[in-house]
């Protein structure tokens, strides 16, 4: 009915407003949310299962929402599995050293600022330094997730043995009972290599969506069951299969396409980044190895990430630390996407961990510890050039 009167008002000779009332689609490859090529059958359903449990799936009191929460669904925070903006913010506190967390009787690690009906909502307390963080874009997630231990540590340089100021580590922790150990994994004392989160502290996608489903929704699986209200340990309200579709949902998300990657100034904006030193932390490529799903096998793709934590400097320090990551330490955030991320931030950029930079140049400017050497380099080059290294990005 409604493109019937809509039609009708074009051929009313009303022109040009017809492109407002009708937005254009997207073109494919400006679209995040959509299936890498080369599921099975099979696959293609278990990612719809996934995709209807991580976006229309909205969590109510009656079907195990809080009794603290942040938001009812995925897809509230990460809309159309874009990068998010701050509305969608995540907070924690109380953890500025390896000591542990001092604030765990009031509420931390995570601020849990909703709640259901009847039910208090968590204020920071007062005096507390606290960390506010963005939701990053969960594009290519699979390709992230199948590169091994080995490439990932054979980037790292922890003492910075080749002197070019620039040290990438891991995060390593003590995964969760429930995950399952990645082929071929790499232990040091009984921790491993973590990969997901801004500060890389989340071992797989398993442990970030159970993470989230109790974290940030209130709801318990068999995998995270604690209640951050009552401090007990409760049933499952989302059931292991819906967790698992999820988690392969998350697994086979495409990664975004390049756009222009021919145009002239996107390709010399692409020498200039190499030679700031830009790739030393965004790798550009990284290839996968054996997979579960079969078209994740043996790919290589160009993520822009090392998946190391690095010193940012102190305008960088969050004052909360993540596993073995300090207060100063980020991970490398994948800049694949990146041109497309506005359009999902509501037509502005909020990028690094709590979207405090505005635009691109911003976000580089902003670059101090082992980035401040590849930040000057941008800031000491002339306009045009300059504007060559962002047209890159926003390539990408
Ligand atoms: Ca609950
Ligand atoms: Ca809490
Ligand atoms: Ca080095």
């Known amino acids: 009915m409604r493109t019937i009167v809509i039609l009708l ?44 449990a991580f976006n229309d799936e909205v969590f109510t009191s009656q079907t195990g929402l809080g009794p603290l929460f942040v938001a009812n669904s995925c897809g509230t925070c990460h809309a159309g599995d874009g990068k998010g903006h701050p509305f969608t913010s995540l907070t924690r506190f109380g953890q500025t050293d390896s000591s542990g967390n001092q604030y765990l009787h009031v509420g931390a690690p995570q601020l849990q600022n909703r709640a259901i009906p009847g039910y208090t909502p968590e204020t920071l307390p007062a005096g507390v330094g606290f960390s506010k963080i963005l939701p990053p874009a969960n594009t290519g997630l699979g390709y992230l997730d199948a590169v091994s231990d080995a490439d990932i540590l054979a980037l790292a340089d922890p003492n910075d043995l080749n002197g070019d100021g620039i040290s990438g580590v891991p995060n390593w922790i003590h995964p969760p009972a429930y995950c399952q150990e990645r082929a071929n994994t790499v232990s040091h004392n009984g921790k491993y290599i973590a990969r997901f989160g801004k500060k890389g502290a989340a071992y797989d996608l398993l442990q970030q969506t159970a993470n989230a489903y109790n974290q940030d929704m209130g709801v318990s699986s068999s995998f995270e069951h604690y209640d951050t209200y009552s ?16 988690v392969f949902y998350l697994k086979a998300l495409k990664a975004p396409y390049r756009r222009n990657a021919d145009d002239a100034d996107v390709r010399s904006g692409e020498q200039l980044f190499m030679t700031a030193g830009c790739d030393k932390c965004h790798t550009p490529e990284l290839k996968t190895g054996a997979s579960s799903i079969a078209a994740l096998s043996n790919k290589t793709f160009y993520p822009y990430t090392d998946m190391l934590l690095h010193d940012m400097g102190s305008g960088l320090d969050d004052n909360y630390t993540e596993g073995s990551a300090k207060t100063y330490e980020w991970k490398t955030p994948p800049l694949w996407g990146l041109g497309l991320s506005k359009a999902s931030q509501g037509g502005s950029y909020f990028l690094l961990h709590d979207g405090r930079a505005h635009s691109i140049e911003e976000a580089i400017l902003m670059h101090g510890g082992e980035g401040f050497v590849s930040k000057n380099y941008y800031q000491s080059l002339p306009a045009t050039e300059k504007e060559k290294v962002i047209k890159f990005l926003e390539s990408l």
């Not at 400006?30 to 299936?35: A, H, N, Q, T």
């Open 9 to 52: 008002i074009c051929l009313l000779g009303i022109a040009t407003g017809c492109k407002k009332i009708m937005p254009e689609a997207p073109e494919e490859n400006e679209l995040l949310d959509g299936p890498v090529d080369g599921l099975s059958s099979q696959e293609k359903i278990q990612f719809l299962k996934g995709d209807v």
């Open 231 to 246: 401090h007990l340990d409760m049933d499952p309200e989302v059931s292991n299969e819906t967790v698992n579709n999820v």
